[in-house]
């Protein structure tokens, strides 16, 4: 096979057949480490407040809150119980309502299951990072913090 650049001026390489597989090999190889093994699958409770933050909707993003959950949005940070956090998210999507949100990196561990998000701000287009952390209790996870912060 013979291999010419535009304005080579006739000058051309030859990859010889015997090469194709080895790069090929080589790609697979590259692939593979590339590729994280053992990824666990997304569960509903993460997707749920996923659609919480995209669309604005506290009520979304404390579904499977704990009985404590602990929220700093662009500010201190303070326990709430799930009844008392509802009116502080619907405040924070007042001020900085959502353009969009895209989760960016989430981790399982044991019994804790971390995720950390981009907000983007429609008004202003401001990005904000959004922090999150679960407990599984019972078999049943439980959103127990949720951080915005610039």
């Given at each position: 096979?013979?291999?010419?650049?535009?304005?080579?001026?006739?000058?051309?390489?030859?990859?010889?057949?015997?090469?194709?597989?080895?790069?090929?090999?080589?790609?697979?190889?590259?692939?593979?480490?590339?590729?994280?093994?053992?990824?666990?699958?997304?569960?509903?409770?993460?997707?749920?407040?996923?659609?919480?933050?995209?669309?604005?909707?506290?009520?979304?993003?404390?579904?499977?809150?704990?009985?404590?959950?602990?929220?700093?949005?662009?500010?201190?940070?303070?326990q709430y119980?799930?009844?008392?956090?509802?009116?502080?998210?619907?405040?924070?999507?007042?001020?900085?309502?959502?353009?969009?949100?895209?989760?960016?990196?989430?981790?399982?561990?044991?019994?804790?299951?971390?995720?950390?998000?981009?907000?983007?701000?429609?008004?202003?287009?401001?990005?904000?990072?959004?922090?999150?952390?679960?407990?599984?209790?019972?078999?049943?996870w439980e959103?127990?913090?949720?951080?915005?912060?610039?």
């Amino acid at each position: 096979m013979r291999l010419c650049r535009a304005g080579s001026a006739g000058r051309c390489s030859v990859i010889h057949s015997t090469h194709l597989p080895r790069a090929t090999w080589l790609l697979v190889i590259a692939a593979a480490l590339w590729v994280p093994t053992g990824t666990a699958q997304v569960p509903a409770h993460v997707a749920q407040v996923d659609s919480g933050l995209t669309q604005g909707k506290a009520r979304l993003v404390l579904r499977h809150a704990a009985a404590s959950v602990e929220l700093a949005l662009v500010g201190q940070s303070r326990q709430y119980s799930p009844h008392h956090a509802l009116p502080r998210l619907r405040q924070f999507f007042k001020h900085f309502p959502p353009r969009s949100f895209q989760w960016v990196h989430e981790e399982a561990r044991d019994a804790d299951w971390f995720a950390t998000g981009r907000y983007r701000v429609r008004a202003t287009g401001e990005i904000l990072r959004i922090y999150a952390h679960w407990e599984r209790r019972n078999e049943v996870w439980e959103l127990v913090t949720v951080h915005a912060f610039r």
